[in-house]
């Protein structure tokens, strides 16, 4: 009976460090669905219609200048994350501040963001 507890233990611990250098698959998931939350919000999706009208379907109606802005930051934050700048976790912190800062920047003047 120990025998067995020990191989078991013994694999178990062997799973466990190769599983330590995967990135936690739900939470790239959802990076993932936030990133793409915020280009729909931020570009919208481009639809090119039988009579070649290009439409954008999903973007936001925000100040423009508020839009470059958040765009900035959204580049700065993905290109950290892409280089090993920051973990995935502060990646997708950072995600989740700018889905906030967009909620906030639609009810709000271009001269109050600062």
Avoid: C, W
């Avoid at 507890?5 to 250098?21: F, Y």
């Avoid at 009208?53 to 839009?67: C, L, S």
């Amino acid at each position: 009976m120990l025998l067995i507890d020990d191989q078991q233990t013994s694999g178990l611990e062997k799973i466990l460090r190769k599983a330590r250098g995967i990135q936690p698959l739900f939470l790239m998931r959802s990076a993932e669905q936030k990133l793409q939350r915020l280009n729909t919000l931020l570009y919208g999706n481009i639809t090119i219609t039988d009579d070649g009208r290009t439409i954008a379907q999903g973007r936001i109606n925000i100040n423009e200048g508020a839009r470059q802005i958040i765009i900035s930051q959204l580049n700065t934050l993905t290109s950290d994350y892409e280089h090993g700048r920051i973990s995935l976790k502060e990646y997708h912190t950072g995600l989740n501040e700018l889905l906030a800062t967009i909620n906030k920047v639609k009810v709000l003047n271009f001269e109050q963001i600062k």
